[in-house]
């Protein structure tokens, strides 16, 4: 019983890291390969990228509904998430200041959470990728907002970049935990 809900928070674990990893990486291509795009079309496609998490939020908490007590918390995370980026994609002009600043905030705690589970959970030879990540992430909020007007054509590269070093360690993981449940399916299946 313990060993199949395992399974299965590591099933869920891996699906929620793959999508976010790719979601993220092409957020990332975006960004990089069209430095031309203006700071609205960037909003617009943060806002379409946000509301996408915010939708799988709210579909992993009423999934999660029977089986947790905390599902209520990812729901009202999506719903803030998805209401957030209908807000940034009808006022484009008016919501880039008020973007800037949330972007930020969401850069510096993705890089406080990459040192933390750097420091704390992942072990090994991944370990210097979540500390990568952590630190690129809180520089791009400080930069953010020390120089905001002057950095909007750098944020679209230390955006783009944060997005494809965030990705690819959202994969990697996403990899990792499937290597994990499928060992630990191979032991369970010697054991029976």
Do not use: C, H
Request: proline share 2%; charged share 10%; glycine share 10%.
């Amino acid at each position: 019983m313990v060993v199949r809900k395992i399974e299965q928070f590591v099933d869920n674990l891996w699906g929620w890291f793959v999508a976010q990893g790719i979601v993220t990486l092409l957020f990332g291509l975006v960004a990089l390969f069209w430095p031309g795009v203006t700071l609205v079309t960037l909003v617009i496609l943060a806002a379409i990228y946000l509301f996408v998490i915010g939708v799988m939020l709210i579909v992993r908490g009423f999934v999660k509904r029977s089986k947790t007590q905390s599902w209520w918390f990812g729901t009202v995370a999506g719903v803030v998430a998805a209401a957030l980026a209908v807000y940034l994609m009808i006022r484009p002009n008016i919501a880039i200041g008020t973007f800037l600043s949330i972007v930020g905030i969401l850069l510096l705690l993705r890089g406080i959470f990459d040192l933390f589970l750097a420091a704390y959970i992942v072990k090994g030879r991944d370990r210097i990728l979540w500390i990568l990540s952590g630190v690129i992430g809180i520089i791009a909020a400080i930069v953010l907002w020390q120089f905001p007007i002057q950095a909007g054509v750098a944020f679209v590269w230390v955006l783009g970049l944060y997005a494809l070093i965030a990705g690819v360690v959202s994969l990697i993981y996403a990899y990792r935990a499937r290597s994990f449940i499928d060992k630990l399916k191979v032991e369970l299946g010697r054991k029976k």
